[in-house]
């Protein structure tokens, strides 16, 4: 599935999100900032729905929401098997999985930095921290997807289960040096567009978000870190500190 790390960091506040990213809309449940984020737990989403009712015409309504690292398809039997944490950009608007998602479903995921794992020339894994410079947050390409638990009651508020898969792509500049896949990183010039309702997403919007990517890669910085991030039970700011 284009797998590249399988932990990030979300160490801001909710609140501050909201703030930068101008949502209208925050969800109840909202995910408290970890350092030490492992595929199916909670993370931040960020979509842009179309109004509705007294509102519909107007501008797309952005929401902040809590979802699910590891997609669940609409028509699967569920969560159940490894988690979907990853697709590929170059294949992702030609999948059936990801397909539908792609057209209509995309979304943000906000972090404050990665973990890839890379082996030194003593064959040797390591563990290192890719981040922005000065605390910038990275919005990773997302697709998400709403699956409706059959087992649970009608007024249940678990009934729907949102999830999200982050897209990747080759590696490139500084950080083909650790990993051959990288995240898809959507500047703020184009997440207006990435996320935009009203355009039907094809392979030529996710090769177009792909492809400018690269640009703030090669500003990332990254260094060792302690490989006490490799354990899930793990989570403090000490683990983004280098080694």
């Known amino acids: 599935m284009g797998r590249m790390c399988g932990r990030f960091v979300m160490a801001r506040a909710s609140s501050d999100l909201v703030a930068l990213f101008d949502v209208?809309?925050?969800?109840?449940?909202?995910?408290?900032?970890?350092?030490?984020?492992a595929p199916t737990r909670s993370v931040h989403l960020l979509v842009d729905a179309a109004p509705r009712g007294a509102d519909a015409g107007g501008?797309?309504?952005?929401?902040?929401?809590?979802?699910?690292?590891?997609?669940?398809?609409?028509?699967?039997?569920?969560?159940?098997?490894?988690?979907?944490?990853?697709?590929?950009?170059?294949?992702?608007?030609?999948?059936?999985?990801?397909?539908?998602?792609?057209?209509?479903?995309?979304?943000?995921?906000?972090a404050t930095g990665y973990y890839e794992w890379s082996t030194g020339p003593d064959g040797v894994k390591r563990p290192y921290l890719v981040r922005l410079p000065d605390d910038e947050v990275m919005l990773f390409a997302a697709l998400y997807e709403w699956w409706r638990d059959p087992r649970a009651a009608a007024d249940s508020p678990?009934?729907?289960?949102?999830?999200?898969?982050?897209?990747?792509?080759?590696?490139?500049?500084?950080l083909a040096?650790?990993?051959?896949?990288?995240?898809?990183?959507?500047?703020?010039?184009?997440?207006?567009?990435?996320?935009?309702?009203?355009?039907?997403?094809?392979?030529?919007?996710?090769?177009?978000?792909?492809?400018?990517s690269p640009e703030i890669a090669d500003r990332a910085l990254f260094h060792e870190v302690s490989p006490e991030v490799g354990s899930v039970s793990a989570d403090s700011p000490a683990l983004v500190q280098p080694v």
């Open 24 to 37: 209208d809309v925050s969800g109840d449940t909202l995910p408290d900032p970890s350092w030490n984020i």
């Open 59 to 110: 501008p797309p309504v952005r929401r902040l929401a809590a979802a699910r690292w590891g997609l669940v398809p609409g028509g699967s039997d569920g969560p159940e098997g490894p988690p979907v944490i990853n697709a590929r950009s170059e294949t992702a608007a030609g999948k059936p999985m990801f397909q539908a998602a792609v057209a209509a479903r995309r979304g943000l995921v906000p």
């Open 158 to 174: 678990s009934r729907w289960l949102l999830s999200t898969t982050l897209l990747t792509r080759a590696s490139s500049g500084p």
């Open 177 to 212: 040096a650790l990993h051959d896949r990288m995240p898809v990183v959507v500047g703020a010039d184009v997440m207006d567009d990435w996320l935009d309702p009203e355009t039907e997403g094809d392979d030529d919007l996710v090769q177009g978000v792909a492809g400018l």
